[in-house]
């Protein structure tokens, strides 16, 4: 009889932990650093058992060209560009997905490792560079130009210095596709309401058509990259209201 009402509660011990995991869900934003760009994320986990998470997230970054190559003016007052560049671009995606622990923390001091998934729409807006561009006057003289690049610019001394980023915006053009990327999640916090975590994985985007980044180079409608993110949030527990204050977020608990 003894041994038996030793392994209920143990049981219901079990239970009770299960079920206080299953209503802690999460908030966080994450800093991206891709391959091609950067970017930041937001996003929110919602439990659908004791190890698995339906997720919802908004990403929004910028692309950048391998062959891009950052030159500084030789001008006084110049400033600095990006020789052959073409248009800024810019993109938007939101998706849902899905969250699986591997393994779970053994302490606060621990690690939980987990894979992670997502995909959904992704849309890129670019918009023309402007530059300010020499051309002689005399034979002594230059005088200032402002337009977009073009192939008779032939070399970057030919550029004084890039235009205001002003300058285009309503020339902004807006590419739809696809998006999708997977990875894993290593989470280390040491306190019990705060996350910190850091994210590998690689993720691909994809567009009907290829999207104008560079001239004289190949541009891509297909944007494979391998990325790295640091990642950081709250957990939101619907049984405590109390202690999902910020205020509380990072109070030290006290010793009993």
Request: glycine residues 8%; hydrophobic residues 40%.
């Amino acid at each position: 009889m003894i041994f038996s009402g030793t392994v209920i509660l143990y049981s219901q011990g079990e239970l009770n932990e299960q079920q206080k995991v299953f209503f802690r869900n999460e908030r966080s934003l994450a800093i991206l650093l891709n391959s091609d760009g950067f970017g930041l994320n937001f996003r929110g986990a919602q439990r659908s058992d004791y190890l698995n998470k339906h997720l919802f997230e908004i990403d929004l970054g910028i692309f950048k060209h391998p062959k891009e190559y950052r030159y500084s003016s030789s001008y006084i007052s110049g400033g600095s560009f990006v020789f052959g560049k073409l248009n800024t671009t810019l993109f938007l995606r939101g998706g849902i997905g899905h969250q699986h622990e591997i393994f779970k923390k053994a302490d606060l001091g621990g690690i939980a490792i987990r894979y992670f998934y997502s995909a959904g729409p992704v849309i890129a807006l670019y918009k023309p560079i402007y530059y300010k561009v020499l051309y002689p006057v005399s034979s002594t003289m230059y005088g200032i130009k402002v337009e977009k690049f073009t192939t008779a610019i032939t070399v970057p001394e030919e550029i004084y210095s890039k235009a205001s980023f002003s300058k285009g915006l309503n020339e902004i053009k807006v590419m739809p596709g696809l998006y999708a990327k997977g990875g894993f999640n290593f989470e280390y916090s040491k306190q019990d309401k705060v996350i910190h975590a850091v994210e590998i994985g690689c993720q691909i985007n994809a567009f009907p058509k290829e999207i104008p980044i560079m001239a004289n180079t190949n541009n891509k409608a297909l944007f494979f990259s391998l990325f790295v993110s640091y990642r950081f949030g709250v957990i939101i527990d619907p049984l405590d209201p109390e202690s999902n204050k910020f205020s509380n977020f990072f109070r030290r608990k006290k010793n009993n």
